[in-house]
């Protein structure tokens, strides 16, 4: 059975993400990870790119590279989880296929 996935959009649910979960570094895309039994079988994501990125245009290319990394590796990820994926400016410059394998290796440590 496919695990439903849904955006996380409250400000709340990111700190507490960030407060209580696992952070993960990356070359091109950083994780924070938290494992919570409330969730009912599905999988929160959270995306992340601050202005150190770029202007708009270069952030919104970087949310929605990661919101495809999402929908190819996180959906088989662990359920009742939240994963928040915090792009780098590298993002924009890195091979997709590379971003793929990298966020595979991140999220199965």
């Known amino acids: 059975m496919a695990q439903s996935l ?3 959009k409250k400000r709340s649910t990111f700190v507490m993400i960030r407060d ?5 570094k990356g070359k091109n895309i950083n994780v924070q990870i938290l494992h919570n039994q ?25 949310k929605r590279i990661m919101r495809e990394l999402a929908r190819k590796i996180i959906i088989n990820g662990k359920i009742n989880s939240y994963y928040v994926l915090i792009a780098k400016s590298s ?3 890195e091979k997709f296929d590379k971003l793929l394998l990298e966020l595979k290796e991140k999220i199965n440590d």
Not at 38 to 56: C, H, M, Q
């Open 38 to 62: 409330k969730l009912e079988n599905s999988i929160g994501v959270g995306y992340t790119a601050s202005k150190k990125i770029g202007n708009a245009v270069k952030r919104n290319k970087a």
């Open 6 to 8: 849904f955006t996380i």
């Open 20 to 24: 209580e979960g696992k952070f993960i």
């Open 91 to 93: 993002i924009l410059k």
